[in-house]
């Protein structure tokens, strides 16, 4: 039967195994695990996660479970009672968060509760007076038990005399005290108390609390340990900028007529510009030198005429391949004085990893086994049947994976020595998985801080198994969701199973990408996509050029006309100031450095509305997961006609956000400044451009 | 980079570890697997059920995948290719069945298919003029590749010459012949071959047949091996019948006036009868001693009047346990005779197994261990508060497991040594989890013949953990799944991906069921749910009494008024003749032994109709499983009204069956012996009771 003292956990194992056992009180399908713990489940530090489980046991007695996180070294950092979710399907839940970078692990334990067994017994057979004395002796066996745990005492000496006193009541009918010191010539002052009585005074005291904190684990069944990666804050949260490098100072020579490249410490004057606006990441295309054989002409023409600049991402000429700087972008220390301006405002500087060579790069003469070969012994450039690309030759990994893994982790340790902290990396679907898998684990233990953004516009099977390979963040479908039903599913499918693995990243515009609705639909379009994707992520990402509503199309092509890969594109930034996109930006930042709950990935619901364009969703933290210790709830509005003004009901789910229902709350429009009374029905309208949606904040207890 | 013979597989892992390799074409969500492994997967002899993964690659270049079962003894038992399904998700499944009983495993391999690159390039690249030399080059590099692969030679020549000849054919353009043997003085006879014209020749000649057969597999990736548990085919597919041996044969003495019990002789009469309806299993309930403490009178009445038999499941008395015969049922030599009369007739016979005791049973005072005990010191007897069932002693598993499990070995040895060979287990869901787990490895392990059917009317999770732990065959929901979406939806509940685990039993009712719809359908609810369980699921079963239309309930219970648990309960067959029931019963065993398509679980399809009141479903099989060489397909059309007509439109979706879609079948009513002719959409008109069901069937190639 059941010993006095908690009994030592069993030792918790790393994987089930086949055929091992199910457990006294069985706990299966635990989540967020993928094939069994072999891609390790991840958060950031501080992110509010969901440990979930199915828990069930034979027979009626009552069980609970617990959610355990352990620490890279092994000791306890929290243990969260699970609550049920999905009623009849015994599956259970409990949020959790680590609160510190490294391997951690976590379980999910389950044990019968004699307590609560006990509790929902006696509540019937007392009051029905069945088994009454029984009953009241069962109850106080199951405190002393209590009283008597391992770890009661000394944390708390109050409760040990709680529960031995609940006991001592219980059963203490006051029959006991009739002869006690009361003269016996004074009439007798018996305190006769019924068992149901008795049972009332029990559970309106203190005991329910302290058993609730001193449960009696009886039969205690651990799962596994399961792996999970915690990582710092940037990998979840962040603003990112992009721009070319060359672009900015870039002009032509009045003298000649020829074209001078922008350089990075032209570049650099644009970092105050960026900072303002909030960003926490600018993010630069390649810097390598560029290859001129086959070299890309404007608009990605074939040959390309005296004075383009070529792609960016035909990288290596005799200048140098990966680890180089372009020398018309200057050297590298250059780069480092970009670095440091970034960092004095406060910003990382993300690089872009290319893994494709020009056929000038000089790994083709000296490694000629790191690229394909054809049957006539040429080298094999990159392809899409009928078209080729034959100013870029493709690494082929096979060969020599380690010699050309090794290359590849020395070129990332130029870059990290000279202060980068994040890549962006091109197509990462194109290189095979294990090179990707051993490359990040190797980086992730030598560099655990430094960030790989997945750059994989590519089937969903490769984006997943790309972020649990070890990228940190990906880029998404975003672009593509524009209705109001693909935007109101993809907001719930980033933000439920997968999150546990990918990270999204949400960005209205890429140099490659611009949409249809950003193409059509003019500066309206550009405000609503910039609230979507810095409302419905953690990480988002700006095109630099978006400030000023740069939307012609290259005809046919969802990409912009005058690519900014294949020249020079120095900007006015005063032109925007019309548009007011730029003013916008800055204040999505200054909201979301505001609002921890913008900071989540797993918190985001949607409510509904009963116009089809107009979309809603909320973000929100407990006051126990908040960093401000309020609760913190953000609720975005937003009309996704880009034209037309847009109004209706909104319907919100108050209590899913831990908020009251049975009065008006006062929401703060974080756009306007404006407060509000809000209810769960809210009448709303938005006109398009810059007043296209309402981000509402409530700080409640 | 590729070897010319195909590299040996690397050595298969039995579970993925955390941070195991991903693989170089990665295979991930592999099907059916729970856990890793920790529950293997089910199938019996002859089962088809499908294999699927998730496989995916870098880059453009193609992959194939194939699953592989692997016998017991480690060998190889087939290797199916794998085709796309959900496209643009990369999921992949074959359909696979084993030919044997025992502990199989199962993998997904992946591999580079150059040949599938090569042709998808070719095709497009040749005609296009693009590379074409090298095109041909490439080609037959990779059919001298295929052609000197280990295995291709010696078990097929002709299919290394097929593919050395395409090679040769490929590269020949004629233009060596032209300074052949011919004499000078002729004129030339040059055949100009063009590329186009070569590359068509050989994909219309016999290579891509070969290539098929003997694929290049480049970069081999293989998942872990899973463990697959292959029983036998009863364990899945097979028809019982419920009886309570003492109704068979009790009679009211005329001299006496009371009851004279029926015995295991008198219920072997019943046999021939039972056997002539097709039956493959007669079920009995407990055949143990009866208990007199507290003993149950008629319709559950709290105590028992002189003669009252008492429920058989209150086990154990003076005269014995679970180990026992009740002496009013006669002897194990009775038993036995029972037993050999049931294998003469071609049935099998199960044995309820009911772990409960009442207050006489023997192990109540030998092994006070094995029963809880309350505060008082008394023996805890099942309660379910407020109801008291004083009659039963629940067993209590946590003091003693290993000796009470022994036990409990040893008892249902006992039953295995007089011939039972399938156990009803009654609640096991009362009892933990690892007890099952354990008892039931040790049965498979030393009776693997022996099965286990799971009477737990209880919670998702527990149900299938159950048949996870080993039960074959598990009671299911179908009882309470009666309207048309209901049953639609529980087809393709049961049979879709828990079917790998939990092999569903239907049974209209049972000794301690009867559903609203039963009460109040009349004779017409009795044939509709006889058609819907025995076309519904592999494994289905009758309680005796059946055949009578016994639909009266106990009031506000869903049971039979005048339980058979609590009294005798002898039947006049002879009054059944009147429902037709007992021959619908035998038709439908009919129709299930000639259809193998029937006695398999995955292969269940939903058909859609336009009358709310009409379910159609198919199983089928393809020839290449099919035990009769030819497609089996049965189309059940059924009017759940039991009441009114029911006519409507019925729409088969034949492409899924195999079939052609743009003429005429002549389809066979089982039921009736009448030809139709049906198409893809087919009017139906369905009367009640004995016509309320179509069931077609096709035989086609």
Known sequence: MSTNSQPPAPRARRAPSPDSPVGRIPVVDVQPVSEAGRFPAK??????????ATVFREGHDAYSAEAVLVRPDGTEASRTRMHEVGIGLDHYEALVRADATGAW????????????????????????????????????AVLERAAAQRGVDPPDRSARAVLREGARALTDDGSSRTTAAVPATAPPTVVWLSAADRFAALMSGPVPQVMRRYPLRDRRTLSPDYPLRVERPLALAGAWYEMFPRSAGAHVDPATGQWVSGTLRTAADELPRIAAMGFDVVYLTPVHPIGTTFRKGRNNTLEAKPGDPGSPYAIGSPDGGHDAVEPSLGTFDDFDAFVARARELGMEVALDLALQCSPDHPWVAAHPQWFAHRADGSIAYAENPPKKYQDIYPLYFDADPKGLRCEIRRVIDVWIEHGVTAFRVDNPHTKPLPFWQRLLADLHHDHPDVLFLSEAFTRPAMMLTLAKCGFHQSYTYFAWRNTKPEVEEYLATVGSDQAAWMRPSFWPTTHD??????????????????????????????YSGYELVENVPRPGYEEQVDNEKYEYKPRDWSEGDQYGIALLLGRLNEIRRAHPALRQLRNVRVHSTDNDAMVCFSRHLAPEHSSTGLRDVVVAVVNLDPFHTQEGWVHLDLAALGLPTDRGLTVVDELTGESHEWWCDNYVRLAPESSCAHIMTVSAP
Chains 1, 2 share one sequence.
């Open 43 to 52: 958060s950031t530090v501080g992110e509010v996660f969901p440990v979930r």
């Open 105 to 140: 692990t976590f379980r999910v334990e389950s044990w019968s509760d004699p307590w609560a067994t006990w509790v929902h017994d006696a509540g019937i057979k007392i009051p029905a007076g069945i088994d009454v004395d029984l009953m009241c002796l069962e109850g106080a």
């Open 513 to 542: 990408i611009l949409t249809p609705y950003m193409q059509h639909g003019g500066v309206g379009a550009f405000a609503v996509r910039a609230v979507l994707a810095a409302m419905g992520s953690p990480t988002w990402g700006i």
